[in-house]
């Protein structure tokens, strides 16, 4: 009975019953004995689901010039009905004046290689190399954002516990969802986005994740707090989510710490947290003011591992109505729900105290009045750096 419930909403778009907290397997219960696993070049496989999901593939950019962009392949099936494959960019430039560039489009004629590694649709494509240490990014579908990247792994990839996944369901044999997310949190960037204006050299820094909602997104999540911190030594990363009412209003979080060549740590113990909110008149959402990540595990050899970045988020420049702008295939697979009102926080913070914001749907934006510092310590040797941090803080639902 359950599951037909489950299937009902998932269908309808409603609210999901309330199953409790059991009806949710956390990756958590994974990293309690792994804590995490290393990619394999399978591990990036297309799932491709054939029943209501979102895939995503992007990556995170940051150019040594500043320029802060991203580049997003976003594979969308409503209920086995319809799939839809859509293709952003988005670029703040480090002037601080000119306009956000923000292309958005829906890609014909989809499809994969026969491993399922690389994507392919008109006038885009996304492959992964052959020996499966980088990713060339290409996308002619708009003339205002024409894509050429290549994102090259520097640290080894992960994901939390042994396959990345949290299972939603009350039978664990038979889970009706999922959620996973799989990391390059360490990567070089170069090549070029070519404007209206001209070309916008990305050489840099950048960030890859694979995720998979396996199901309707706002089924498995109401909020979502999400860090990308990259310093000349350092990475940190965080993608912590809660659910909704329906299954406890549970907290999973992933994550972990790197080094050029190596992973430090890696796992489920973190944490992210508001330090100061202030109300949003527009939606009633907690708008965060100031944060604080802290991330904690072992390395390979059992030396304890903790670290923290915390600090204000300054004063916000702008927000968008994410139901407003986005994708008609986003509000399809959203659209409908009593208490559903997404909105998306973001925030970039680099080492100086400038600001560039970069988003994947629809933020609030900020500008940081402090420089971020991670806090590190190895088993008792601390270790401060300043770097760049991309933020995010997401609200769907109650």
Same mark, same amino acid.
């Given at each position: 009975m ?6 009902v909403?998932?269908?309808a778009g409603t609210?999901?019953p309330?199953?409790?907290p059991s009806?949710?397997?956390?990756v958590?219960?994974q ?7 290393e ?5 990036l ?7 209501? !999901?979102v895939? @995503?593939?992007v990556?995170?950019l ?16 409503v209920? $086995?009905?319809? @799939? ?5 960019? +988005?670029?703040?430039?480090p002037?601080?004046?000119?306009p ?5 489009d %829906?890609l014909?004629n989809?499809g994969?290689d026969d491993?399922q =590694?690389?994507?392919?649709a008109d $006038?885009?494509?996304v492959?992964l190399?052959e #020996?499966?240490?980088?990713?060339s ?8 954002s024409i894509? /050429?990247?290549?994102?090259?792994r520097?640290t080894?990839g992960?994901?939390?516990g042994k396959? $990345?996944?949290s ?6 044999n038979?889970?009706w ?6 990391f390059?949190?360490?990567c #070089?960037?170069? $090549?070029t986005?070519?404007?209206k ?9 950048a960030?890859?994740?694979h995720? =998979? ?7 498995a999540?109401a909020?979502? &707090?999400?860090a990308?911190?990259?310093?000349? %030594?350092?990475?940190?990363?965080m993608?912590?989510? @809660? %659910?909704?009412?329906?299954?406890g209003s549970?907290?999973? /979080?992933v994550?972990g710490l790197?080094?050029?060549?190596e992973?430090? !740590?890696?796992?489920?113990t /973190?944490s992210a947290?508001?330090l100061e ?6 939606n009633?959402?907690p ?11 072992k390395t ?5 591992? %903790?670290?923290?970045?915390a600090g ?5 420049l702008?927000?968008?109505d ?5 994708p008609?295939?986003v509000k399809a697979?959203?659209?409908g ?8 926080y973001?925030?970039?913070?680099p080492?100086s105290s &400038? ?5 994947? /749907?629809m933020?609030?934006?900020y !500008?940081p009045?402090q420089r971020? +510092?991670l806090?590190l310590n190895i088993d008792?040797?601390v ?8 933020s995010?803080a997401t609200f769907i639902?109650?």
């Amino acid at each position: 009975m359950n599951w037909l419930k489950q299937q009902v909403a998932n269908v309808a778009g409603t609210a999901e019953p309330i199953y409790g907290p059991s009806a949710l397997r956390s990756v958590a219960q994974q990293a309690e004995t792994t804590p995490y696993t290393e990619l394999k070049k399978e591990d990036l496989r297309w799932v491709a689901m054939e029943s209501t !999901c979102v895939e @995503t593939q992007v990556f995170y950019l940051m150019a040594d010039s500043g320029h802060i962009g991203l580049a997003q392949v976003i594979y969308s099936n409503v209920a $086995g009905l319809r @799939t839809t494959c859509q293709f952003n960019t +988005k670029i703040f430039y480090p002037d601080g004046k000119t306009p956000n560039l923000w292309s958005s489009d %829906t890609l014909e004629n989809h499809g994969f290689d026969d491993e399922q =590694l690389c994507f392919y649709a008109d $006038g885009c494509a996304v492959d992964l190399s052959e #020996d499966g240490t980088y990713y060339s990014i290409k996308s002619a579908t708009n003339e205002s954002s024409i894509v /050429n990247l290549k994102v090259t792994r520097k640290t080894p990839g992960f994901q939390v516990g042994k396959d $990345g996944k949290s299972y939603f369901g009350t039978d664990p044999n038979k889970p009706w969802g999922s959620m996973r997310h799989a990391f390059w949190p360490r990567c #070089d960037a170069e $090549g070029t986005i070519i404007t209206k204006a001209g070309p916008i050299d990305f050489k840099g820094r950048a960030m890859f994740i694979h995720a =998979l909602q396996g199901m309707k997104p706002h089924h498995a999540a109401a909020k979502w &707090n999400f860090a990308d911190f990259q310093s000349p %030594t350092y990475t940190a990363v965080m993608m912590e989510y @809660t %659910t909704p009412p329906s299954y406890g209003s549970s907290v999973v /979080n992933v994550g972990g710490l790197m080094r050029d060549g190596e992973i430090i !740590c890696a796992g489920s113990t /973190n944490s992210a947290s508001y330090l100061e909110i202030s109300d949003d008149p527009d939606n009633e959402w907690p708008e965060p003011a100031a944060i604080k990540f802290e991330w904690s595990g072992k390395t390979k050899d059992g030396k304890a591992v %903790t670290a923290e970045l915390a600090g204000s988020l300054g004063v916000r420049l702008d927000k968008v109505d994410v139901m407003a702008e986005v994708p008609g295939f986003v509000k399809a697979i959203i659209g409908g729900v009593a208490g559903t009102k997404p909105y998306i926080y973001q925030v970039f913070l680099p080492h100086s105290s &400038n600001l560039y914001v970069i988003f994947v /749907n629809m933020p609030l934006q900020y !500008c940081p009045q402090q420089r971020l +510092k991670l806090l590190l310590n190895i088993d008792g040797e601390v270790k401060t750096e300043e770097g760049i941090l991309f933020s995010e803080a997401t609200f769907i639902s109650e």
